[in-house]
């Protein structure tokens, strides 16, 4: 495997670590700042708002910037954000730094994934963003428990000084190992990539992006309660909950990358997002059941991470335009839209008194969706390309 790919991937790990690991530490946080759990699923939606603003607004800013330089950049970024974290003293304060971490998220893994398709050898791009990706999800697997393990047996603010270690050495081996690359040609005001907006295909892409994973944050923001509250099982062992989720998601996002290459993303988008809500209606019947829940934990997982390689090769290869890294950061910025509706309406039937395993209903509806705005986007591209012949 290339270095520089490892590059990107460890960027992935410190900002998987930094957007996941709230969900496992929602009610040591709560306890902490004296704050009910949906109060505290707002941190993950405000991390995630940050997100969606700074993705477009750093990559076009940076757009005179080479590649290799513009991340080391974000990352910098990224470090300096989530230290913050660690001080803030009040609920409000830490709101704040949660929502300026997010911030360079996007514009990260929207230049790295244009980077790592450059990067990688002739027909296996998807693959190659699948690895970059694969961060996020190996975040999930071990970055994310031992955070959660960290947050619940010392402090919380103790993981996020993990984070900024791991975006510390992140800029290091992104010097080290990312090969300089060429800085794009403009020709006048980079802000004039978005006329990138004026395509329908992006349009689709964004309501697409912004809604089907919302699926998988309805269900893990609050896995914690359902898992102890629910499920049966100790609060002492989340952390092993969430190495089985995150272990899931590693074989999803792997698979997900391979059928993409084989079957193409949006046969791949429609399987992944059909077994995704199998899984919430299956976690809602079956929740109550420990061994079917822990089964399911790592199903879900797969599911909800096997549209993540193909829907951002989906997203890339939308539009003709030469504003690639613009297209590419709307697919991490898209994410966390979903990632905020996620969290934000999956808590709603919490506070309505319908209990933990309501989200998931949250959670299928939002895979339906996704599901029926592919169908149309994929029947309008066939339209399209019938009419050319």
């Known amino acids: ?10 960027g992935g790990l410190g900002i998987g670590v930094a957007e996941f690991t709230m969900m496992g ?20 939606s405000a991390y995630a708002i ?10 076009t800013g940076m757009a005179r910037m080479s590649p290799n330089r513009t991340l080391m950049a974000l990352m910098a970024l990224f470090t300096i954000f989530n230290a913050l974290s660690i001080i803030a003293p009040s609920y409000g304060s830490l709101m704040v730094s949660r929502f300026v971490s997010g911030l360079p998220h996007g514009a990260f893994f929207g230049v790295g994934a244009v980077v790592a398709s450059q990067l990688a050898d002739k027909g296996k791009e998807a693959q190659a963003v699948a690895f970059m990706f694969s961060g996020l999800t190996i975040a999930n697997l071990l970055g994310v428990p031992i955070g959660t393990y960290i947050g619940h047996a010392f402090s919380w603010r103790y993981t996020f000084l993990l984070i900024a270690l791991i975006g510390g050495l992140t ?64 609060p002492s062992n989340m952390p092993f909950i969430m190495v089985l989720a995150g272990l899931g998601m590693v074989v999803g996002n792997l698979v997900g990358g391979k059928m993409s290459d084989k079957l193409g993303p949006s046969t791949t988008i429609i399987l992944a997002l059909a077994f995704q809500v199998i899984c919430m209606l299956v976690i809602y019947f079956t929740a109550s059941h420990t061994g079917m829940s ?3 934990t790592f199903l879900t997982g797969a599911a909800t991470f096997a549209i993540v390689p193909p829907l951002q090769v989906q997203l890339i290869n939308s539009v003709q335009s030469d504003a690639k890294m613009l297209v ?5 910025s898209c994410f966390n839209i979903a990632n905020a509706l996620g969290a934000f309406l999956g808590g709603v039937p919490i506070e309505l008194g319908y209990g933990y395993t309501s989200p998931v209903w949250v959670g299928a509806i939002m895979g339906i969706i996704g599901v029926i705005v592919s169908l149309l986007f994929i029947r309008r591209n066939r339209k399209m390309a019938m009419a050319k012949c």
């Not at 929602?26 to 700042?33: E, H, N, R, S, Y």
């Open 1 to 10: 495997m290339k270095k520089s790919l490892v590059a990107l991937a460890l």
């Open 25 to 44: 530490m929602l009610p040591d946080v709560a306890l902490d700042l004296g704050i009910n759990i949906p109060e505290a699923g707002h941190l993950i």
């Open 50 to 59: 940050g997100v969606v603003i700074g993705a477009p607004l750093f990559v």
């Open 171 to 234: 800029v290091l081996v992104l010097h080290l190992w990312v090969p300089k690359m060429a800085s794009r040609k403009l020709v006048g005001s980079p802000w004039r990539d978005f006329r990138i907006f004026k395509e329908p295909n992006i349009w689709f892409m964004v309501l697409i992006i912004s809604i089907a994973p919302g699926a998988l944050f309805a269900w893990i923001s609050y896995i914690a309660p359902l898992m102890t509250e629910v499920s049966g099982i100790a």
């Open 294 to 296: 822990i089964l399911m």
């Open 328 to 332: 590419a950061s709307l697919g991490p």
